[in-house]
């Protein structure tokens, strides 16, 4: 009989442990969690009793009984003082979670919402209105078969010329999981686009089946890119039938439905907090919007920190909440994180399908991707915004505005405009 070798080499495994904290805090169920650790450690035999029992052994526990009430109002209050102002409770109880480190669970930070801002946590519901969905169910093979893409300009204020602080990005459809968020001084630059859309792909060596599109000047760069590359598969005949400009069929029209019905809850729960300071700015004559001037003062001070808040709600708000059932789709509920890493587990395709004998690849090469960004153009794209001259002057004033808090853009604006004129 052969002998049985148990391996307790994980007792010992420090990235075990910071995996299975990620999970906890991410509010992933046991089962969930599961998924990811047979897939990320599979020198080790799992079940659900072998996660139980090494959380156990780590330490870790869903909620921390240690934890104050008082602790719990702090970070509330901390964060009714910036765009967390605009979350429900759900939404709260992640980035307590997950940015202030805090386990506890969800009623509590309820009770503190409650007990801090009763009327704002009662106003806070279903955002938007409701809207009339097309006949036809959308329905999609799996992640990686077709990517929704679109830019959003509610920041930028009337005929989207007012404020320099333009948004572009990307949604899985079928998992639902933003791919990416990037916010700069145009989302209409072609190039700016292509390069985006290059830069995800170099980090994610995957590429979409089909890409959605709207029809304009500045996803052309993009789409080049994405036909260009896809001409090393053999899947269609012609590999511009990768590509979906515009709503066209009730499929279509759903599809843009998740990424506009997106635009809608990142502008309620957390770009009219940043709106608010901006048209304080403007209406009260601090900001001149035809001030070439003002307008780099406030993109240097702005695109730094919305983007570290576009990034904590992807990860934290949006690709770690638990999506509930939809009418009209055929789509699963769950969390897109994880429908996204284990679509076989809804009933779903993976569709990036592995280089092997008989099998068409979605995965792109370094070589096949320095191609793209070479007749592409895309690397003429400037790094900066700025010239050096004027951000040295700023960087002056202000050395690090990456550090500026969400609370504290309107007064910042104000000091460096002040300080930049006596230079």
Known sequence: MAAYFRNDGWK???????????????????????DFLKRDFAQYAWSLRTVDRRLRHFDIHYNDKNVSVEEVKDVVKKELDGPGKLLGYRA??????QVHDLSVPRDLVYAAMYDLDPKGLEARGPVGKKKTIPKGS?????????????????????????????????????????????????????????????????EARIMPSLI???????????????????????????????????????????????????????????????????????DRGHYNPHSERDRMLLAILLIPVVQKELDLFRTVVWNSHKIRTQKDTALPDGI??????????????????????????????????????????????EDDFLDATFRSKCEEIIPYPNQVQPNECKDAFLHLKEKFMEL
């Not at 590509?243 to 599809?255: A, D, F, L, R």
């Not at 009933?347 to 007749?375: N, Y």
């Open 92 to 97: 709260m109880h992640r980035k307590v979670r």
């Open 212 to 282: 959605r599109l709207d029809r304009g000047t500045e996803t052309g760069t993009m789409a080049t890119i994405h036909a260009f590359l896809r001409r090393n598969h053999d899947d269609m005949d012609d590999p511009c039938e990768s590509i979906i400009y515009g709503p066209s069929t009730s499929n279509q029209v759903s599809t843009y439905l998740f990424i506009e019905r997106w635009w809608r809850e990142l502008h309620e729960r957390m770009e009219k907090y940043f709106k608010e300071q901006l048209n304080w700015l403007k």
């Open 138 to 202: 959308f329905t999609t093979k799996g992640p990686n078969w077709v990517h929704s893409l679109d830019g959003h300009d509610k920041l930028m204020g009337y005929q989207n010329s007012t404020f320099p602080l333009a948004v572009y990005g990307c949604i899985d459809t079928a998992s639902r999981k933003l791919l990416w968020l990037r916010i700069w001084v145009t989302n209409s630059d072609p190039k700016v686009i292509g390069r985006w859309y290059l830069e995800y792909l170099y």
């Open 336 to 381: 897109p994180d994880h429908i996204y890493n284990f679509p076989e587990t809804y009933g779903l395709e993976e569709c990036v399908l592995l280089k092997m004998p008989f099998f068409t690849s979605w995965l792109v090469t370094e070589d096949e991707l320095k191609e793209a960004a070479l007749h592409s153009g895309v690397l003429s794209v």
């Open 12 to 34: 010992e495994d420090i990235v075990l442990k910071e995996e299975m904290a990620k999970y906890v805090k991410q509010g992933f169920q046991r089962r969930e969690m599961l």
